[in-house]
């Protein structure tokens, strides 16, 4: 059973911990509080639809978009320019679920395709 309180905790170390690695790859006029700011109402989001119990594909959906949103707010306030690969890490969630769906559904093609018809008029 999801506890609120279990949710909180976890979503808040996930958050801490996100902002404490982010501060440590980008530059240093960039600080944890300004990118903990920056990530927070994705990090609510996101526990918000956990404790929905969000479908595990919407889930990944949703993580994805806002790790770009929060990427690209991150870049916003930054005082100086982010490296490329930075930016780039931001689409890293996006690129891997997209690949994820289209290979599920390439997968389950054959299950989609209509059998032919034997009889021919």
Known sequence: MRHPIDIIAMFAAIWLL???VLDAVT???LTAVMIAIAIAPA???TAVFYYLRCPRTDFAVLFAALWLISDIAIAFI?????PHWLLLLGFLPAAIVGIVLHWQRF???HEQLPAPSVKRG
């Open 78 to 82: 930054s005082p100086k320019e982010l």
């Open 107 to 109: 997968q389950r093609r």
């Open 27 to 29: 530059p240093k006029e």
């Open 18 to 20: 996100a902002s404490m």
């Open 43 to 45: 990090v609510i989001i």
